[in-house]
């Protein structure tokens, strides 16, 4: 009772709506800190060891930043491009799936040629200086068929994959070899950019975790994988190699493989502060409770909190086409800070494109080709909607992961009413960071007036903002308290750190004003001879500089004057120019500069990279930031558009003698055969056969059509028609669809014989053709025609606007693109998929929703009705501007 009195008297206000934002952390428990045996750390100074807690590098703590990007899922002329933006945007590790599928589709054929070259990937991520994680499979998932497995092994009757049959495990082994040889001599201890290895994925049989990781493990160390960290993914509780193996988690915002129809899907237990790492009923016994805050029970810490699979955009699947908005990028990985996240993995940061294979195309769910993932860096190489959130986060855990990693995370027993606000802390000591949440996905939150945060410290109480604020529907945040910027002590701020730079000595914070939230800041004197504001105000207090009335922005900066005669500047943007900033390094110096275009760098140069013939930049540069404005003249490039007919390519032929036409025509392909059409015009009747047996066919609107699926075969194939009325002749169309993606057309022409199997037929000048595909097919068809590519550093886009169900893009039958209709924009590239002196033009055929009523989930924005009648409405070409900043 005396404690309780005394936590009453430090805390004032009693209230139970006050008390839900009140912390006390003055008697929190540390979890003890173990240190784990496994590879070989790396060189002297830059050993990488883990923890129970965290990653360290060089005796540092560290919170790195991991983006996925699948090098076989990219034209490797542009793995360079995308790994530069991957740095600019503060990634420290790339993350990739060896798929063993794409290198090794037949037994024996083993490829690492070309964007399957391994070994020249990992080269280039040590040369822009971006650290490597392999995750070797076998299994990878990945949305790819079998998860990687390849067919011969699926399929192989005399093994068990996934399990520990010996059989299995030396064809795994082999596989593992084959890496291994790729990545010889670029693991870490050798000073390469190798540090982990993932085992398998999502490995999940019941009994067998722990034998079957151990297995896997101990194979790919005895080949030669000796690196600091091996990891598994787990989305399961239970057993796992304790000590040997680190636990990786994955969140994602938006689940299309959990939902179905055109509901909103329910809000997740992932979208609130919470110590449940898998889900509601796991992950309970390392969560201890002291009062009204919930903590980490060090006793049964086993592993660090490491992430590899967080989502902040989504792939797209038939039934569901959602378009993840920016902010709920930043809110994921907020959320995930505050539950106590250390290593933060984003699955995908790069999209790609799925390779089509010889005998079928790759691709187990979503788009056949399409990888885009609504990623940062998307499928061609744009900046995704949800980078400017996601890289304040990275830079903030690249600039203050050090302070945060150790921190452990303290959350509010109140969390617990998902219909309280959530917030929760972070602190190490005395210092941390306050995170908040008040966003769900598809779904809204209440406002939170008068929320007022208060911590209770161990000989200090903080309360933040000093006046009661509302906390509105939509918000999320972070806010440092006690943190050491340059020397001086911030006491507490309510402006989110963005990143720190030494601008010539002089230590710089950027922060921002975000979610109605007036920034402000109170500084401990300790140290501080003067405090300058611009567009604010600041007072001296007994204890210290209390800073608020700030108008955010460029121009809003604390100059702060310690006694030494060094300075500190704090900087507040507005939160619109948090989402122009770029950090890097040029010439061995940092830089800090605001930019509406990409940008990557490297020792020498800034550049720019815009698809605007004009951009900006403001580079912080002596206290100030430094205006400049580039251009070029516009490049006008056009894309002509013929929409195509049944029978386009088809002559209308009549038989010399008799009234039969026929035609041998041989297909040939490893793969087999998908879907299978016959057209044909309907103003004369006829008979059609194919292989000796009678084509059923139907009439729709224009003319007539037959499904030949299973009537085709692989090889020599004979079709013949008899007409009633042969004078008059007819047209007709063979258009086959292979599992691999390919395209076979076949039309009627003079190539087609008479009775005689010799005549040619006679090709009749009058052609009435059909001048649209029948409602009844729901399909579209047209030729693009683009402009000349020039193949240097600067791509060249199409973006296509469509209306309809899936759409699919061909070059010389051969499938190169397709998508799912969401309501954006297709985006293909043509650097990537044409020959500069090409002038084949993109076949791009629509398939429309059969009904409104399909039960596929669109956003608000997508009218389903206006799908059915499937139709490209614009077709645009840019290309892009790159500029140098020397």
Same mark, same amino acid.
């Given at each position: 009772?005396?404690?309780?009195?005394?936590?009453?008297?430090?805390?004032?206000?009693?209230?139970?709506?006050?008390?839900?934002?009140?912390?006390?952390?003055?008697?929190?428990?540390?979890?003890?800190?173990?240190?784990?045996?496994?590879?070989?750390?790396?060189?002297?100074?830059?050993?990488?060891?883990?923890?129970?807690?965290?990653?360290?590098?060089?005796?540092?703590?560290?919170?790195?930043?991991?983006?996925?990007?699948?090098?076989?899922?990219?034209?490797?002329?542009?793995?360079?491009?995308?790994?530069?933006?991957?740095?600019?945007?503060?990634?420290?590790?790339?993350?990739?799936?060896?798929?063993?599928?794409?290198?090794?589709?037949?037994?024996?054929?083993?490829?690492?040629?070309?964007?399957?070259?391994?070994?020249?990937?990992?080269?280039?991520?040590?040369?822009?200086?971006?650290?490597?994680?392999?995750?070797?499979?076998?299994?990878?998932?990945?949305?790819?068929?079998?998860?990687?497995?390849?067919?011969?092994?699926?399929?192989?009757?005399?093994?068990?994959?996934?399990?520990?049959?010996?059989?299995? $495990?030396?064809?795994?082994?082999?596989?593992?070899?084959?890496?291994?040889?790729?990545?010889?001599?670029?693991?870490?201890?050798?000073?390469?950019?190798?540090?982990?290895?993932?085992?398998?994925?999502?490995?999940?049989?019941?009994?067998?975790?722990?034998?079957?990781?151990?297995?896997?493990?101990?194979?790919?160390?005895?080949?030669?994988?000796?690196?600091?960290?091996?990891?598994?993914?787990?989305?399961?509780?239970?057993?796992?190699?304790?000590?040997?193996?680190?636990?990786?988690?994955?969140?994602?915002?938006?689940?299309?493989?959990?939902?179905?129809?055109?509901?909103?899907?329910?809000?997740?237990?992932?979208?609130?502060?919470?110590?449940?790492?898998?889900?509601?009923?796991?992950?309970?016994?390392?969560?201890?409770?002291?009062?009204?805050?919930?903590?980490?029970?060090?006793?049964?810490?086993?592993?660090?909190?490491?992430?590899?699979?967080?989502?902040?955009?989504?792939?797209?699947?038939?039934?569901?086409?959602?378009?993840?908005?920016?902010?709920?990028?930043?809110?994921?990985?907020?959320?995930?800070?505050?539950?106590?996240?250390?290593?933060?993995?984003?699955?995908?940061?790069?999209?790609?494109?799925?390779?089509?294979?010889?005998?079928?195309?790759?691709?187990?769910?979503?788009?056949?080709?399409?990888?885009?993932?609504?990623?940062?860096?998307?499928?061609?190489?744009?900046?995704?909607?949800?980078?400017?959130?996601?890289?304040?986060?990275?830079?903030?855990?690249?600039?203050?992961?050090?302070?945060?990693?150790?921190?452990?995370?303290?959350?509010?027993?109140?969390?617990?009413?998902?219909?309280? $606000?959530?917030?929760?802390?972070?602190?190490?000591?005395?210092?941390?960071?306050?995170?908040?949440?008040?966003?769900?996905?598809?779904?809204?939150?209440?406002?939170?007036?008068?929320?007022?945060?208060?911590?209770?410290?161990?000989?200090?109480?903080?309360t933040l903002p000093r006046q009661k604020s509302t906390v509105r529907n939509g918000a999320y945040f972070l806010w440092p308290f006690n943190q050491t910027f340059g020397g001086i002590t911030v006491r507490y701020a309510t402006a989110q750190p963005i990143c720190r730079m030494d601008d010539h000595g002089t230590e710089t914070?950027?922060?921002?004003?975000?979610?109605?939230?007036?920034?402000?800041?109170?500084?401990?004197?300790?140290?501080?001879?003067?405090?300058?504001?611009?567009?604010?105000?600041?007072?001296?207090?007994?204890?210290?500089?209390?800073?608020?009335?700030?108008?955010?922005?460029?121009?809003?900066?604390?100059?702060?004057?310690?006694?030494?005669?060094?300075?500190?500047?704090?900087?507040?943007?507005?939160?619109?120019?948090?989402?122009?900033?770029?950090?890097?390094?040029?010439?061995?110096?940092?830089?800090?500069?605001?930019?509406?275009?990409?940008?990557?760098?490297?020792?020498?140069?800034?550049?720019?990279?815009?698809?605007?013939?004009?951009?900006?930049?403001?580079?912080?540069?002596?206290?100030?930031?430094?205006?400049?404005?580039?251009?070029?003249?516009?490049?006008? $490039?056009?894309?002509?558009?013929?929409?195509?007919?049944?029978?386009?390519?088809?002559?209308?032929?009549?038989?010399?003698?008799?009234?039969?036409?026929?035609?041998?025509?041989?297909?040939?392909?490893?793969?087999?055969?998908?879907?299978?059409?016959?057209?044909?015009?309907?103003?004369?009747?006829?008979?059609?056969?194919?292989?000796?047996?009678?084509?059923?066919?139907?009439?729709?609107?224009?003319?007539?059509?037959?499904?030949?699926?299973?009537?085709?075969?692989?090889?020599?194939?004979?079709?013949?028609?008899?007409?009633?009325?042969?004078?008059?002749?007819?047209?007709?169309?063979?258009?086959?669809?292979?599992?691999?993606?390919?395209?076979?057309?076949?039309?009627?022409?003079?190539?087609?014989?008479?009775?005689?199997?010799?005549?040619?037929?006679?090709?009749?000048?009058?052609?009435?053709?059909?001048?649209?595909?029948?409602?009844?097919?729901?399909?579209?068809?047209?030729?693009?025609?683009?402009?000349?590519?020039?193949?240097?550093?600067?791509?060249?886009?199409?973006?296509?606007?469509?209306?309809?169900?899936?759409?699919?893009?061909?070059?010389?039958?051969? $499938?190169?693109?397709?998508?799912?209709?969401?309501?954006?924009?297709?985006?293909?590239?043509?650097?990537?998929?044409?020959?500069?002196?090409?002038?084949?033009?993109?076949?791009?055929?629509?398939?429309?929703?059969?009904?409104?009523?399909?039960?596929?989930?669109?956003?608000?924005?997508?009218?389903?009705?206006?799908?059915?009648?499937?139709?490209?409405?614009?077709?645009?070409?840019?290309?892009?501007?790159?500029?140098?900043?020397?």
């Amino acid at each position: 009772m005396k404690k309780l009195f005394t936590l009453l008297a430090l805390l004032g206000t009693t209230g139970s709506l006050s008390a839900q934002y009140r912390l006390d952390l003055r008697d929190v428990s540390v979890p003890e800190i173990r240190y784990f045996q496994m590879g070989d750390p790396g060189p002297a100074g830059r050993e990488i060891r883990i923890n129970n807690l965290y990653l360290e590098e060089g005796g540092v703590p560290q919170l790195p930043v991991m983006g996925e990007f699948h090098y076989s899922r990219m034209d490797h002329r542009y793995w360079k491009d995308a790994l530069l933006k991957m740095k600019a945007s503060g990634i420290n590790i790339v993350a990739t799936y060896c798929l063993w599928s794409l290198h090794e589709e037949f037994e024996g054929q083993l490829s690492w040629e070309g964007n399957l070259n391994l070994r020249r990937f990992i080269e280039l991520c040590r040369e822009v200086g971006l650290k490597v994680h392999l995750r070797i499979g076998p299994y990878c998932n990945a949305e790819i068929r079998h998860g990687a497995l390849p067919d011969w092994i699926v399929q192989n009757p005399h093994l068990k994959p996934r399990t520990n049959d010996p059989l299995y $495990l030396r064809y795994v082994e082999r596989w593992y070899r084959a890496i291994y040889d790729q990545a010889r001599g670029l693991l870490y201890k050798d000073g390469g950019p190798v540090i982990a290895i993932q085992l398998e994925n999502e490995y999940v049989t019941p009994g067998m975790v722990v034998s079957h990781m151990t297995n896997l493990k101990r194979m790919a160390v005895q080949i030669g994988f000796d690196v600091p960290v091996y990891t598994m993914t787990h989305w399961m509780g239970g057993e796992y190699p304790k000590g040997e193996i680190v636990p990786y988690a994955g969140y994602y915002i938006e689940t299309p493989w959990t939902a179905t129809g055109k509901e909103e899907i329910p809000t997740s237990n992932f979208e609130f502060f919470s110590y449940n790492r898998i889900s509601d009923n796991i992950g309970t016994d390392i969560i201890k409770i002291d009062g009204e805050v919930e903590s980490l029970s060090g006793e049964a810490n086993d592993s660090p909190y490491f992430t590899c699979e967080v989502g902040v955009g989504t792939t797209a699947f038939y039934g569901r086409r959602a378009v993840v908005p920016q902010e709920m990028a930043g809110e994921n990985i907020n959320l995930r800070l505050g539950c106590g996240v250390n290593l933060m993995g984003y699955y995908m940061y790069v999209g790609g494109s799925n390779p089509v294979g010889r005998s079928h195309t790759n691709q187990s769910s979503g788009p056949r080709v399409n990888y885009d993932y609504q990623a940062p860096i998307r499928e061609f190489g744009t900046l995704g909607r949800v980078m400017p959130e996601t890289k304040k986060y990275n830079y903030f855990m690249n600039d203050f992961g050090s302070s945060l990693a150790p921190a452990v995370a303290y959350l509010p027993t109140s969390n617990q009413d998902t219909a309280n $606000l959530q917030w929760a802390v972070r602190a190490h000591g005395n210092s941390g960071y306050l995170f908040c949440s008040n966003r769900l996905y598809k779904h809204d939150r209440n406002d939170y007036p008068d929320v007022q945060f208060t911590l209770a410290l161990e000989g200090e109480r903080l309360t933040l903002p000093r006046q009661k604020s509302t906390v509105r529907n939509g918000a999320y945040f972070l806010w440092p308290f006690n943190q050491t910027f340059g020397g001086i002590t911030v006491r507490y701020a309510t402006a989110q750190p963005i990143c720190r730079m030494d601008d010539h000595g002089t230590e710089t914070v950027f922060l921002f004003e975000d979610d109605a939230i007036p920034a402000e800041y109170l500084l401990a004197a300790e140290g501080i001879r003067q405090v300058n504001v611009t567009h604010g105000q600041c007072r001296k207090e007994r204890n210290g500089y209390f800073i608020d009335q700030l108008e955010a922005g460029r121009e809003c900066i604390i100059s702060i004057e310690k006694n030494d005669g060094t300075t500190v500047r704090l900087v507040t943007l507005t939160e619109p120019e948090s989402d122009l900033l770029w950090k890097g390094k040029r010439n061995g110096s940092e830089f800090v500069a605001l930019t509406p275009a990409s940008l990557i760098y490297d020792d020498r140069a800034i550049t720019l990279i815009s698809e605007e013939p004009t951009t900006e930049l403001w580079l912080y540069r002596n206290g100030a930031f430094e205006h400049s404005r580039f251009q070029e003249s516009p490049t006008e $490039l056009t894309a002509t558009v013929r929409q195509l007919s049944p029978m386009s390519g088809a002559e209308r032929i009549a038989p010399v003698a008799g009234n039969c036409l026929s035609r041998e025509f041989a297909l040939h392909s490893l793969s087999t055969i998908e879907r299978a059409y016959l057209r044909y015009t309907d103003d004369t009747p006829a008979t059609f056969r194919i292989n000796d047996q009678t084509i059923e066919s139907q009439s729709v609107t224009g003319y007539r059509l037959a499904d030949l699926t299973p009537l085709l075969t692989l090889g020599n194939n004979r079709i013949e028609a008899t007409l009633d009325d042969p004078a008059r002749g007819m047209a007709a169309e063979i258009e086959i669809l292979m599992k691999n993606g390919e395209r076979f057309v076949w039309n009627t022409d003079g190539t087609w014989t008479g009775d005689d199997q010799q005549t040619p037929a006679n090709c009749l000048s009058d052609k009435r053709l059909p001048s649209a595909y029948a409602p009844e097919e729901h399909l579209a068809l047209y030729e693009v025609y683009t402009p000349t590519v020039l193949h240097d550093d600067r791509e060249t886009r199409m973006y296509l606007s469509y209306l309809g169900d899936v759409a699919n893009a061909y070059l010389n039958g051969q $499938l190169v693109g397709d998508s799912f209709f969401d309501g954006t924009e297709w985006i293909l590239s043509l650097s990537r998929l044409k020959s500069g002196t090409s002038d084949t033009p993109f076949t791009i055929r629509i398939d429309g929703l059969k009904s409104a009523d399909a039960p596929i989930y669109f956003e608000k924005n997508v009218d389903p009705s206006q799908c059915v009648d499937p139709r490209i409405s614009s077709v645009r070409i840019n290309r892009e501007h790159r500029f140098t900043v020397q």
